[in-house]
């Protein structure tokens, strides 16, 4: 795993202030909006209507979500995260990926998830992810798999999480808006990865 050492935070550090006037949510938000944008920008290049493509686009998901999600795991989630184990979607990404005839790719290194503000910013990217491939599901074949895309959550699942991390009282947000950084890093690293995989 890869350490968020206090070097890689501090270059958020400018942003702790911002904490004590918004929730830890906003303050995520807010803080990670530009790396957001890239990780859109370099997943809207899949082509979900091509099965290779779509195919790309799931392993680029699986490098990063199934080590994030065994590291949440090892940390202890369920202990702060609601319903943890209902919404981890590992199981859902590889079934989709077997009912294609595709491998599983191997994982990346996943950031060291060491205290609980970082679980809380590494389940936030997660969830987040949720609406995002709800969205992005409309565009797919009828005949592509999609459990991923679409988890069968129970009803106000998002709500009860997002209300969660309101609530949260973390000693350190910054490490929290560092680990939330890491994971869309994480993303971006295995979409350019596939991408560069697609067109050689």
């Known amino acids: 795993m890869k350490s968020l050492t206090t070097g890689s935070l501090a270059t958020h550090e400018s ?8 929730s830890l949510r906003g303050y995520l938000r807010d803080g990670t909006s530009a790396n957001h944008q890239r990780v859109d920008e370099q997943f809207a290049r899949f082509n979900l209507n091509d099965r290779h493509d779509y195919i790309s686009f799931l392993s680029a998901h699986a490098r990063a979500l ?3 999600e065994a590291a949440l795991d090892q940390q202890g989630a369920h202990r702060i995260i609601p319903e943890w184990s209902a919404r981890r979607r590992s199981d859902m990404l590889c079934a989709d990926l077997n009912r294609l005839n595709a491998e599983i790719p191997p994982s990346l290194a996943a950031p060291q998830l060491k205290s609980d503000a970082q679980i809380w910013g590494a389940a936030y990217v997660l969830e987040g ?4 491939g709800a969205f992005l599901a409309k565009g797919v074949p009828d005949n592509f798999p999609t459990s991923f895309l ?8 998002m709500k009860l ?31 350019r990865l596939e991408r560069e995989r697609l067109v050689s």
């Open 15 to 22: 942003e702790h202030d911002n904490y004590k006037e918004q």
């Open 66 to 68: 199934l080590p994030i």
């Open 129 to 132: 992810s949720k609406l995002g």
């Open 150 to 157: 679409t988890p069968n959550m129970a009803k106000g699942s």
């Open 161 to 191: 999480f997002m209300d969660s991390l309101d609530r949260a009282d973390v000693d350190h947000p910054v490490e929290a808006l560092g680990a939330a950084a890491a994971v869309f890093g994480l993303f971006l690293q295995a979409a």
